[in-house]
């Protein structure tokens, strides 16, 4: 099993800026959608992310690489006062998740890490679908003391849980699967080209 | 004499104001992180920077105040975006401080005295640099694309986003290597305590502003919902 080297730390920081820059176009596009658009931007970014990583599996292909960068853009969105601790946690764990599923060989399947990244995506909801789930009541009154009105927040509430949570999770998971295709789709010949 | 205040203190605060997310139920606290946020920037002598923060703040307070007074039709959605942006703007006041004021060298030495892994904060403070770079480079790249006669194109979406990521991610391969080579030769693989042309150390002024900071903020949190 490779381990990371400083040069790979040093790689998955700048991967980690680029991801942040399109982390946020994606995020703002979808939360044209409201709170259901907020809830399911880690898929809309995970179609147009499956690149960076699919770039980063074929470049590395060393263990701890999803966990580590990972922790890099958690520790940007903390910087930036994004970060809180469920985010985090739910984060970090799918990312080592994908790591165990992928990173422990060089040679990987598609299929497996298309899995690991739509896994790794799944996590990243749980940011937003945790504090819904958990706090439901302070999190409604808290809208409702800024001027919200009690029946939007009940219908904004209703779509981060039950039935809309599978619902989140089911799109998130698929858009982020069709990312990393889409990613091996659009870089495949220049890895081919390279003969990696 | 180096008067900068320490990022250290920036950091903290940037850690602390989500969790007035959490704990504040009254206007009044995003008011005063915008106000602290303003004097920072002020501080820095950040005139322009200040200007175009609080016309934003202005803006996005004032735009979620009439779609929720007017109770305009199906605007719900967009008065609680247009109200998280707002929350958002003292966040970006002091983050852009830590991008565009700090170098990575300075932010290093300093999340050194936090004792984390020291790869981590070599790694965290690479990314922090290269953000605005990013931005600029997808101008960049833009124009690149523009000379060439490729424009992006809705019709093309696949294409389009084929042009423009590719040579990004490219790029990032060759900036770490040219990158790692440039720290390697500066030391950067070095386990000692590092020693930094910066002034690191915790001044009396930091313990000014992180103290002005907490107190206002209790005061704020605890009795901002009577004012």
Known sequence: MKTLKIKDYVFLAIISALYMVIYFITAFSSSVLGPFGHNISPGVFGLVGGTIIYFVAKKLGKMWQFTLLTIIIMGLFTLMGGGYLPWWICSILTAFLADLIVSRSSDFTVWKLALAFAIMQVGQTGGSLIPVMFFVDSYRQEWISRGQSPEFMDASIAVSQGGYALLTILIVFTLSFIGIYLGHFILRKHFDNQNM | ?227
């Open chain 2, 1 to 227: 004499m180096n008067t900068k205040i320490n990022a250290l203190v920036l950091i903290f605060i940037n850690l602390i104001i989500p969790f007035s997310a959490m704990f504040a139920h009254n206007i009044f606290v995003t008011f005063f992180l915008f106000l602290f946020s303003a004097v920072l920037l002020l501080r820095f002598g950040k005139i322009r920077r200040f200007l175009k923060y609080s016309i934003a703040f202005l803006a996005l307070g004032m735009i979620y105040y009439l779609l929720l007074h007017f109770r305009i039709p199906h605007t719900d959605v967009f008065a609680m975006s247009f109200f998280i942006l707002f929350h958002f703007i003292p966040l970006m006041m002091i983050a852009s401080l830590l991008f565009y004021d700090y170098g990575p060298s300075e932010i290093l030495s300093t999340l050194q005295l936090l004792k984390l892994n020291r790869k981590f904060t070599i790694a965290l403070t690479i990314a922090l640099r290269y953000i605005p770079t990013f931005q600029a480079e997808f101008k960049i790249m833009k124009s690149s694309m523009a000379m060439r006669g490729i424009a992006f194109s809705w019709k093309r979406p696949l294409q389009s986003f084929s042009y423009f990521i590719t040579p990004q991610l490219f790029r990032c391969s060759l900036l770490a290597e040219e990158l790692t080579a440039a720290g390697i030769t500066k030391g950067i693989e070095y386990h000692g305590v590092r020693t930094s042309i910066y002034n690191i150390k915790w001044k009396k002024s930091d313990s000014f502003w992180l103290i002005s900071f907490l107190l206002g903020f209790i005061t704020i949190i605890l009795w901002g919902g009577h004012l």
